[in-house]
C-alpha cells in the first residue's frame, strides 16, 4: 500500500523559510512522479510544485523562485524547501503521487506565515 508523510510545517513569520519532508512507502520510489499542493482557508486546491522520474521540475507561477522541490531515492522522500515565505503561502500543504491506481496523498501538514 502506498503511504506518504509529510513533516516539517509550522509558524513563520514572514520572509522566512521551512522545509517540508515526504517519506513515501508501498511504491517504486525512483520512478515515482511526486508533487505538492496546498490547500489555502476557503480556496481551492493548489498544485505547487512537482518532479518527476528523471528530476525535471515544475513550479507553480506563484511560488517559482522562491520554492525548491527536490528528492532523494535513496531516502524515499521528497521535499519542498520554502523561502521567503510570505502570509499568502498559510496553507495545509500535501505530498502526492500519482499511479497507474490512482492519486495517493499524505495527511497535509500546516504552513502557517504570520508575525
Known amino acids: 500500500q502506498v503511504q506518504l508523510v509529510e513533516s516539517g510545517g509550522g509558524l513563520v513569520q514572514p520572509g522566512g523559510s521551512l522545509r517540508l519532508s515526504c517519506e513515501v512507502s508501498?511504491?517504486?520510489?525512483?520512478?515515482?512522479?511526486l508533487a505538492w499542493y496546498r490547500r489555502a482557508p476557503e480556496k481551492q486546491r493548489e498544485l505547487v510544485a512537482r518532479?518527476?522520474?528523471?528530476?525535471?521540475?515544475d513550479y507553480s507561477d506563484s511560488v517559482k523562485g522562491w520554492f525548491t522541490i527536490a528528492r532523494d531515492n535513496a531516502k524515499k522522500t521528497v521535499y519542498l524547501q520554502m523561502d521567503n515565505l510570505k502570509p499568502e503561502d498559510t496553507a495545509v500543504y500535501y505530498c502526492?503521487?500519482?499511479?497507474?491506481?490512482?492519486?495517493?496523498w499524505g495527511q497535509g501538514t500546516q504552513v502557517t506565515v504570520s508575525s
Open positions: 518532479i518527476f522520474m528523471d528530476g525535471r521540475t
Open positions: 502526492d503521487t500519482p499511479t497507474l491506481l490512482g492519486d495517493y
Open positions: 508501498g511504491t517504486i520510489f525512483r520512478f515515482a512522479s
